[in-house]
């Protein structure tokens, strides 16, 4: 019998436990609220994006460059 590829299992592994469970439906609704918050908002807030204020590539270029060649002398 062939063995389904290892991300396959874990997901199967993690559906069947919270399908018998009594919160199983909830506690999924929680994880993927989560995710959300990790990756949607918290991006927003804590990553934004410095690279927009520049119109061309060759700007952003430079910016980069100067960022780099400061960080590095300090």
């Known amino acids: ?3 389904a590829i290892l991300p396959v299992r874990i ?3 993690y559906y ?3 399908r018998t469970m ?3 439906r909830e506690l999924w ?3 993927l609220i989560k995710l959300f918050i990790m990756f949607v908002v918290l991006r ?3 990553f934004p994006r410095f690279l ?3 119109d061309t590539d060759a700007a952003k270029e430079e910016y980069i460059s100067n960022e780099l ?3 590095s002398t300090s």
């Open 69 to 71: 060649i400061n960080y």
């Open 11 to 13: 997901f199967k592994f």
């Open 44 to 46: 927003i807030f804590f």
């Open 16 to 18: 069947d436990g919270f």
């Open 52 to 54: 927009n204020r520049f």
């Open 1 to 3: 019998m062939k063995r």
């Open 29 to 31: 609704i929680l994880i």
């Open 22 to 24: 009594e919160w199983g």
